[in-house]
Every structure is written in structure tokens, then in C-alpha cells.
């Protein structure tokens, strides 16, 4: 287990969670006593899985870890942040893409955050595995759309299979094949 004060908050949409949030999620929580992965619920923004189903499959990833917590939020990330007296905000980064909005966003969420300088929450940034590096959960479903619809492509199943998790391959295939119908 990691430092005994710092609480890291990895906030996502996990829609749905892949072997790429998870050793995100598995390092950061060696550096900190506790790790709350959350789940970002915003009306606004249309998913594939609920927040309860994004939820289970994260329950089910991190069942052997005592300290990684679930949870789900909405509304101002800086604010929930306070509130579950989070040292960091943890994030992933894959590109330089990702690098360039989360930097910004790492800079908004310490400017919301609190008024005085040394209250501010900062942004841990862990590097993508080079091998998990392209994964993400917008590949992942629109994969799923075209591998699972009609039949099952079995190289696309297998590249799948290699992202995320059985009972996550599972639901999407459950989704596709009877969305189908
Ligand atoms: P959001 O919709 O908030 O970007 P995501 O669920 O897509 O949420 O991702 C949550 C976090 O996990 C982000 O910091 C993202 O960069 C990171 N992440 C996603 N996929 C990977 C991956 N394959 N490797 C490393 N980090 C990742």
C-alpha cells in the first residue's frame, strides 16, 4: 500500500471499463492509502452502459483490492473532489492529445477547486502501458457494434478480448446480438 495520507479520485466515464483504466486504476492505487474510482454520471451525455452497470464491471475489476472504492458523481468534478477529501485527481494519458485536453482540464479543476493556493487539487498523470496504449472505450464500443451484430467476427472477438474483461465482452455481446433482434 502507498502513502498513508493521499486519496487519489480517478473520475471516468468507464463506459465501459477496459484493461487500460484498470492498470491506470491497479498504479495509482499503489501509490496512495486509498483510491476512489468514480463514475461520472451526466445526464447530458448519452452511454452505452448505466452508471450501475458501468459500476458492477468496476466492483468486479477491483474485488481483490481492499482500498480502491466505487462511486459515481455528477455535477462539478472540483467540488465532488472536496467533498470526498481527495489529495489528486487521478488521470491516464495514451497521446499527446490526451495530454493537451488534460492539462487543460487539470488547470480548470485547480482553479475551481478552492480559493486558497495551498488548498488547490492537483492532477497525478500516470503513462498509458505502451500495450494498452490504444485502448479505449469508444473503440471498444464501436467494435463491438459491427463484431457483434449479425454474427460473431472471431478475430474481432479476440482483439476485443485482449481490451477488456469476459463479463464486459459478455455484455456487449449481449447488447449487440439482442439489440439486433
Ligand atoms: P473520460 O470520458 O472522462 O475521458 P474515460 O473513461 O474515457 O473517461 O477515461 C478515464 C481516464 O482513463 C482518462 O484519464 C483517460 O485518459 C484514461 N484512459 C482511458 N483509456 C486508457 C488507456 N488505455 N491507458 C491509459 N489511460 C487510459
Known amino acids: 500500500m502507498g502513502c498513508h495520507r493521499m486519496t487519489l479520485l480517478y473520475p471516468g466515464s468507464f463506459d465501459p471499463v477496459t484493461?487500460?483504466?484498470i492498470d491506470i486504476a491497479l498504479r495509482g492505487a499503489k501509490l496512495a492509502s486509498r483510491?476512489?474510482?468514480?463514475?461520472?454520471?451526466?445526464?447530458?451525455?448519452?452511454?452505452?452502459?448505466?452508471?450501475?452497470?458501468?459500476?458492477?464491471?468496476?466492483?468486479?475489476?477491483?474485488?481483490?483490492?481492499?482500498?480502491?472504492?466505487m462511486d459515481s458523481f455528477s455535477g462539478l468534478?472540483?467540488?465532488?473532489?472536496?467533498?470526498?477529501?481527495?489529495?489528486?485527481?487521478?488521470?491516464?494519458?495514451?497521446?499527446?492529445?490526451?495530454?493537451?485536453?488534460?492539462?487543460?482540464?487539470a488547470a480548470y479543476n485547480r482553479m475551481l477547486s478552492a480559493k486558497e493556493d495551498s488548498e488547490k487539487i492537483d492532477t497525478v498523470f500516470i503513462a498509458?502501458?505502451?500495450?494498452?496504449?490504444?485502448?479505449?472505450?469508444?473503440?471498444?464500443?464501436?467494435a463491438a457494434a459491427h463484431i457483434y451484430v449479425g454474427h460473431a467476427f472471431e478475430p474481432g472477438d479476440i482483439a476485443l478480448a485482449a481490451m477488456v474483461m469476459p463479463s464486459v465482452r459478455m455484455a456487449l455481446r449481449n447488447k449487440y446480438v439482442k439489440g439486433k433482434g
Open 77 to 105: 468534478l472540483a467540488e465532488y473532489a472536496a467533498i470526498k477529501g481527495a489529495t489528486a485527481i487521478l488521470r491516464g494519458l495514451r497521446t499527446a492529445a490526451d495530454f493537451e485536453t488534460e492539462s487543460r482540464y
Open 35 to 69: 483510491l476512489i474510482v468514480s463514475v461520472v454520471a451526466n445526464p447530458n451525455k448519452s452511454s452505452l452502459f448505466s452508471v450501475e452497470e458501468r459500476m458492477r464491471f468496476l466492483r468486479e475489476a477491483f474485488q481483490n483490492h481492499a482500498h480502491i472504492e
Open 19 to 21: 484493461y487500460g483504466h
Open 128 to 142: 498509458a502501458s505502451p500495450k494498452l496504449s490504444h485502448v479505449s472505450s469508444s473503440i471498444v464500443r464501436e
